[in-house]
């Protein structure tokens, strides 16, 4: 069915362009689209002859899942089921013992992609997923071939297949390719050259239209939700702003400030119609762990220059994927374009005439901002940074920036490709960085051939030793191929359908080699929530409950399990989103024995078979299944029970026996108790307490006390009360409003740019 659906699409391609190629000879279409719609199939084309195995189902990628399969395919899960059910998640009871969803950056479930899926198809595969992924890179890289298409350089924009090459570049760059299983921050970064695109067409017109789709696209792309992702798309509009502005002024010897209100035009409107998931997104920020992140967290998976250098040429010299790693430095992104991106670049650097040059030192100078600041701590520069830009010190992994050299150097590659294949220019500069480039990975090679032979004693050592070789092999081979097409292209000797042809080619092929198998497994990775039969135990009690999963059980039970299963746990994957008062709580409970750990109202634990619990208080009543038992806590409370007046919120213990509340209600987002209290007292709810709560007793506002530092508290009197709480954040609300003025911002610039109608007088 797959390869029926793919020849329908291949027929339809086809037929598409064939429409188009006749409506333009008959001068009735746009000149060169079907050209476009050719290319943008072609691109197509290696994406999905790149991942032939993951899009076939034969294989997963990557192999264990990333956080795609731990993280984002449960939360969506969760997400999908609640708007399935005409329910908008803003709360998630599922993990952590509760947390606010729309204040998580990561949820994405207003991601327009996510939401119709979510709405389509609640109950989507895995795989899914992984197609998701995998569209994105498509979808960054057709963004690259629009950039680069409507470039107004000196004369005219790049050609076609230069554009289709930088744009294949861009979709397989390792900063992209090796967060195959980061889906939203894949998604957002995919939007990064269409924003780019929009933004330059504002610079080159003059037409705040073109700012405002700039600040729209960038708002589309962060609500994939990956805020560090949607922080270097703004640092790149900076970057290129300030970079523009210089670059009039070197030209006219004036100071243009239109770039900036440009920029502002783009920042306002990104911000107002992202405010909805911002203005939460910064309010978790202060009551989550992430806070208290310090400089030496922030620099965490910096680029080593070790790396930075290697990876120039290749990705594999210290092995590629998590399974053949090795270096005293944290697998991270790196520099690599493939090389013949590489060396045309350089070339475009070099080779370009001095119009198109001066415009192309901003995308030079965008590439060399996000490699000094991906060098992290290796440089003082990302430290600066830290202190100058808000938000930017809870950001880890200073090697993400390189997206940024993708970009800059992709938009070179593609100047450098039609320097050489168009206007034929030849220069010594060129022709020695080949030669040296040639007499370094030539010597590499034969070094690390020579290493072959003297560490066969050492499996490990001869086994680093092998995979360096093959990728030094492999870079020396595809350097002196596209050495010899470029000498061959200035000589005449190649056409330039030809060139482009063979060195689109031999990109691809290099990309491929190096990358299409990598981190790849036939295991599906969403066994660890494949648990039927406990999950059917658990499911089959009707009381309201929690689970403790937090014994170890990772290796054989999803962390995450209880979001996709529609269960709720105490735990779930490591997320420095996680609430700090909850996170000091669990701290603090004393054990599994201690009463303060019953207030979590957990009913069952999972632990590995044999595991010990103390057997006075946890009887197994399931199990073993798949490796897992469960046990029953004997002493645990039910979510909301009554406590006296007179009792200290600040370190509460709960009596021996308690008066439960009866559960009327229970939705993610609203819950409503019914209580016959003995005297005046509080209604302890075993709920996190966190801002946008609001609560009534008997139809009354009451306000919500915090017990323990984490869980709920409201004051009730004597007597029959019913107690609702309902999470209606401000923030959220706030943020609804600033995107309703964004969308007013935008009608007034849609109504602006409108054809103005011919005055009377005008024939």
Known sequence: MNLIWLLLLGIFWLAIIDQLRRREQRQRGRRGLWRDVLAGGVLWLLVGGFFWRTLSGAAYQPADGGDL??????????????????????????????????????????????????????????????????????????????LLRTLR???????????????VTFAFADPLL?????????????????????????????????????????????????AQSTFYLGLALVVLTIGWTATVFCETRRISWQPMAMLFLTGLLGV????????????????????????????????????????????????????LHWSLWERVELPYLGVPALILAVAGIVLAPLQQRRRLWIWVGLATFGLIVALGIYTVVHG????????????????????????????AAAVGFDAVAVQLTRSRILTGFLAGGAALLGLSVVVSYTLLFVTQADATAFLRAS??????????????????????????????????????????????????????????????FQHDAVIAFLRSDPDLFRIDTRTDLADVWQPDTAALAGLQDVGGVANP?????????????????????????????????????????????????????????????????????????????????????????????????????????????????????RATVNGADAEIASVNGALRAVAIPAGQSTVTMVYAPASF????????????LLAVLIWQARPKPASAGSA
């Open 69 to 146: 399969v731990s993280f984002l395919f449960p939360t969506y899960r969760f997400a999908a089921s609640e708007l399935s059910q005409g329910r908008f998640p803003l709360w998630n009871p599922t993990l952590y013992a509760g947390a606010p969803w729309i204040g998580d950056i990561q949820a994405g479930f207003l991601y327009p992609p996510h939401l119709l899926l979510f709405l389509a198809n609640p109950n989507f595969p895995y795989t899914t997923l992984q197609a998701l992924a995998i569209g994105h890179l498509y979808w960054a890289g057709l963004g690259m071939y629009v």
């Open 272 to 323: 107002l119609l992202t405010a909805p998931i911002l203005l939460p997104a910064l309010e978790l920020t202060r009551h989550a762990v992430r806070s208290d992140f310090t400089y030496q967290d922030t620099v965490a998976y910096s680029l080593a220059p070790t790396q930075a250098l290697a990876g120039l040429a290749t990705p594999s010299l210290f092995g590629r994927g998590p399974a």
């Open 577 to 693: 989103l996680a609430l700090r008062s909850y996170v000091a709580f669990w701290e603090a409970t004393g054990g599994r024995a201690a009463r303060q750990y019953d207030m979590l109202n957990v009913k069952y634990v999972l632990v590995k078979e044999g595991a010990p619990l103390p057997a006075e208080k946890f009887v197994k009543v399931f199990g073993p299944a798949q490796g897992i038992e469960v046990y029953e806590n004997q002493d645990f409370l039910p979510r909301a029970w009554f406590a006296p007046a007179d009792a200290n919120l600040s370190n509460l213990q709960p009596p021996a026996v308690v008066t439960p509340a009866q559960i009327e209600a229970y939705t993610p987002n609203q819950l409503r108790f019914a209580i016959d209290a003995p005297a005046a007292g509080w209604l302890i709810v075993s709920e996190l307490w966190y801002p946008g709560w």
């Open 467 to 528: 995979l360096a070789a093959l990728a030094l092999t492999l870079a020396f081979g595809t350097w002196l191929g596209s050495w010899a097409l470029i000498a061959a292209r200035q000589q005449r000797r190649l056409s330039f359908d030809a060139f482009s042809s063979l060195m689109l080619a031999l990109l691809f092929i290099e990309l491929a080699a190096a990358g299409a198998y990598t981190d790849i497994s036939e295991r599906d990775p969403t066994q660890g």
């Open 733 to 744: 609300m706030w943020g609804l409003l600033a995107a309703a003025a964004g969308l007013v």
């Open 178 to 226: 090796i967060h195959l299983g980061n889906l939203n921050l894949i998604a957002v970064l995919s939007w990064l050259p269409w924003v780019l695109a929009a933004f330059v067409q504002g610079l080159q017109s003059g037409r705040r239209w073109w700012a405002g789709a700039a600040g729209v696209l960038l708002a589309v792309g962060s609500y994939a939700g990956h």
């Open 153 to 167: 350089w000196s004369a005219a924009p790049v050609s076609r297949p230069a554009a289709l090459f930088a744009a």
């Open 384 to 411: 600066w940074l830290t202190l100058l830009l808000p938000m930017f010190d809870q950001f880890r992994a200073p090697a993400r920036a390189l997206v940024l050299w993708a970009v800059g150097m992709s938009v």
